[in-house]
């Protein structure tokens, strides 16, 4: 164990009120060595100490090894004989409608669940919350880098000085190189502006520098620049908010519960994370734009399911992303009978496959298309009407929102089947930069976790519930976010995110294998 960590652990038992013996703190890091989130263990045996009736705030080794074995006993209920027994039961999926909507306020600097029910059908107030929230959002995150606050004496943070963040209204007048961030808008064709919650300022950008992304309306960004007499803001360089680390937004704000699955316990949560560690045979297998009116889609299908089912481990979960036919949904065109009957067609393949049938969970997620109450987002889980014949062959099956959350373990998954990327590149407003990455995905990617949302694009172009914004948003961060794109197979780390795209199975017979033990995301596809 490394000296900075013995640093850390004597630090936070002071902060706790502890003075730690020598032996005592060898055996605080024998146990913590154990376990991939080492403070959160730490925190846990503090607090597990703090239970205990001590004659004594310094800490010998009898009290600490009483606490450890309390939490070992704790933990040994998972045995190797039921592992997979309890690894059915570590996974939740929440639906978008049941995401818990929180509004940071700047005055108190904290976050405020909404209690009570949220209409579908928002009035006017909601849709000028929807974009405030997001800029609030967005806002509190930026403010606690250290380059964009207000520094506490007089120093230079980086060769333009201080990076404080300036208001638009205090523009006006002022002279020298100023640092704003904003709502993207274009007034009018080719004349863009920036806003923020106290006013609006017409910028050009002609000759400044981006970061990597797609900015298009709507996208919240970070400009440098300097006033110009005639009263425009010339932009030097331009760019998303920095990220901020998950687990430092999940410490500053504990307590609440952003992504919507059962609270637990801290003895629970080490627990699990336990389990999760050591569930290195679990997999699930993704696949997106499953045509269930395709012949050729329901042969390649059935070879996918084969296969598995004969290897040693089967998957623990299949995900199917829509859409589930091979046209868009219209009443005109479309008989309900004929997409009964093909759900029912596939409930009876799965069905015909005991191992899967026993072992596996199966999760589906409606497509852009497919048929629903409204092309908005989120868009709710298919219409019972049409599945119900596939449940009755698979009376487990599980039917979501798109997008929706799942949580294995302690690992926080988020899906959404769109087809982002190709509204994304039409609806830019300015060329992408080249100078870090040439590739389209890594700019959606870097796009939405900059912008802590799914889908940042303007109303227009993608409808979303007012109301229901929030669960398109993406803070704090996910441990793992899958895109469902009709554009080409692609998997990309960045900042400790792994984001994949599984591909178009019925165009190209892609999907993706993905292990939540490390996070590895295996491409895969059939010979077409």
Known sequence: ??????????????MRGFTVKVEALKLILSFISDYQDQDQALDLILDELKLQSLESSILDKEPVQRAVNNLQAASASVDDDDLSTNMSTAFSVIDAFNI?????????????????????????????WLYRDRFLLLSQRLSRIPQFSRPSFSSELSEFGSCEISQIQSLVGRTGVSWVMGVISQFEDGVFYLEDLTGAVQVNLTNAKITTGYFTENSIVLAQGEMQLDGIFQVQTFGFPPLEDREKSTS??????????????????????????????????????????????IAKLEIVLDGYENVEVVPSLFVFMGNFCSRPFNGAFNSISSIRSNFAKLGKIIGSHQRLKEHSKFLFIPGPDDAGPAKVLPRCALPKYITEELQKHIPDAIFASNPCRMKFCTQEIVFFRHDLLHRMKK????????????????????????????????????PIV??????????????????????????????????????????????????????EVELSALES
């Not at 509004?103 to 107030?125: N, Q």
């Not at 609806?427 to 990455?437: A, K, V």
């Open 466 to 519: 007012w109301n229901y914004d929030h669960s398109l948003h993406l803070y704090p961060t996910p441990h793992t976010i899958v895109l469902g794109d009709n554009s080409e197979q692609k998997a990309f780390k960045y900042t400790g995110i792994t984001c994949f795209n599984p591909g178009s199975f019925s165009n190209d017979f892609t999907f993706v294998v993905y292990r939540p033990c490390n996070q």
């Open 427 to 462: 609806s830019c407003l300015i060329p992408r930069s080249t100078e870090e990455t040439s590739d389209d995905f890594e700019h959606l990617v870097a796009t939405i976790t900059h912008q802590s949302h799914l889908c940042p694009l303007p109303l227009s172009v993608a």
């Open 1 to 14: 164990m490394s000296g900075k960590m013995r640093i850390k652990v004597t630090n936070k038992c002071k």
């Open 100 to 128: 818990p909507r929180f509004r940071y306020d700047p005055v108190r600097k904290m976050f405020s669940e909404h209690t009570g029910a949220l209409p579908i059908h928002g009035d006017a107030l909601s849709k000028a």
């Open 252 to 297: 500053l704000f504990t307590g609440l519960n952003y992504f919507g699955s059962q609270a637990l316990a801290k003895e629970d949560t080490l627990r699990l994370a336990e389990m999760e560690s050591r569930a290195v045979n679990e997999m699930f297998v993704i696949l997106s734009d499953v045509w269930l009116d395709h012949e050729e889609t």
